[in-house]
């Protein structure tokens, strides 16, 4: 059973940065991917981005456009936990962010991850 557990969210001000982390316990045995999403007050969820977690296979990243250029995902493989770095951050990246993981190809689908962590919140002010 994987568990995934967010957590750096906070209360910042236009243009700061800040890193979200992500600790994953429970081992999977089968190539997956993690990745973040985000849901805004009223709002579906959407991806934010994603990198390949699996021994055998490079850091492949991706992302969303609104996440090129400001946010960077990376993970710890020894620390079995996964950043999401952002910076110039602006008051439309407030949201919930949450950590997933899916064993499909489609990660760009928020509905078609498998595992979810239980979200931080972010808070931009203006």
């Known amino acids: 059973q994987v568990q995934l557990v967010e957590s750096g969210g906070g209360l910042v001000q236009a243009g700061d940065s800040l890193r979200l982390s992500c600790a994953r316990s429970?081992?999977?045995?089968?190539?997956?991917?993690m990745g973040w999403v985000r849901q805004a007050p009223g709002k579906e969820r959407e991806f934010v981005a994603a990198?390949?977690?699996?021994?055998?296979?490079?850091?492949?990243?991706y992302y969303s456009d609104f996440a090129k250029g400001r946010f960077t995902i990376s993970r710890d493989k020894a620390e079995n936990t996964m950043y999401l770095q952002m910076i110039n951050l602006k008051p439309e990246d407030t949201a919930v962010y949450y950590c997933a993981l899916t064993f499909g190809t489609t990660w760009f689908i928020p509905l078609n991850y498998d595992y979810w962590g239980q979200g931080t919140q972010v808070t931009v002010s203006s």
């Open positions: 429970g081992r999977t045995f089968r190539p997956a991917v």
């Open positions: 990198i390949r977690w699996s021994d055998g296979y490079t850091d492949n990243t």
